[in-house]
Every structure is written in structure tokens, then in C-alpha cells.
Nanobody, 120 residues
Framework: QLRVVESGGASVQPGGSLRLSCTTS????????IAWLRQARGKEREGVSC????????YYADSVKGRFTISRDNGARTIYLQMNNLKPDDTDVYYC?????????????WGQGTQVNVSA
């Protein structure tokens, strides 16, 4: 059974940092890409970052370039999202999902999400 589980969300002040984790199981990780998305209530889900597991290529939304870094630990089957210089606009529920590639073709598996709150 394909499964991803997010963790690491918290409340931080503007300018702070968080590292989110996406732990995967039930599939051959190297065949896919893993993306982080975020969604606020009443808004559409937004792609934040994506990593192609096989070759390590990474992609970022313009709004997070230079602040967020996606990485992988294949042995731990975990994908990380390091978020620095957080802003109030980064407040959202963050999800990770399994994709065929970083053109965001979804496999259709996402986690339950982890809440990030950025406020003074």
C-alpha cells in the first residue's frame, strides 16, 4: 500500500525555520517524484517544491525559491523540506504527495498534512 506521512509542522515567528519530513512506504521510491504542496482553507492546493528521486532534480515555486530546500534520504525513505526565513504568507497545511514526475502528474496519494503557522 502506497503511503506517505508528513510531520514537523509547528508555530514559529517570522524569520524562523522549520524542517518538514515526509516518510514513505509501500512503493519503489526511485520510480517516482515526491512533491510538497500547501493549502489554506478555502484556497486551491499550491505546489511548493518537488524532487525527482531517481536523479535528485529539484523544483521550487517562485514564492519559496532561496528560502526552502527539498532533499531526500533514500535509505530512510524520507523527503525533507527545510524552510528558512518563514513569512506569515507561508502559513498553511503542508502535504506531501507521490507524483510520476515533477510536472505534477499525480499518482493520487497524499498524506494527512502538517500545519505550519507563522506569526509574531
Amino acid at each position: 500500500q502506497l503511503r506517505v506521512v508528513e510531520s514537523g509542522g509547528a508555530s514559529v515567528q517570522p524569520g524562523g525555520s522549520l524542517r518538514l519530513s515526509c516518510t514513505t512506504s509501500g512503493f519503489t521510491l526511485e520510480w517516482y517524484a515526491i512533491a510538497w504542496l500547501r493549502q489554506a482553507r478555502g484556497k486551491e492546493r499550491e505546489g511548493v517544491s518537488c524532487i525527482s528521486i531517481a536523479d535528485g532534480k529539484t523544483y521550487y515555486a517562485d514564492s519559496v525559491k532561496g528560502r526552502f530546500t527539498i532533499s531526500r534520504d533514500n535509505g530512510a525513505r524520507t523527503i525533507y523540506l527545510q524552510m528558512n526565513n518563514l513569512k506569515p504568507d507561508d502559513t498553511d497545511v503542508y502535504y506531501c504527495g507521490i507524483y510520476y514526475d515533477c510536472s505534477y502528474r499525480p499518482v493520487g496519494v497524499w498524506g494527512q498534512g502538517t500545519q505550519v503557522n507563522v506569526s509574531a
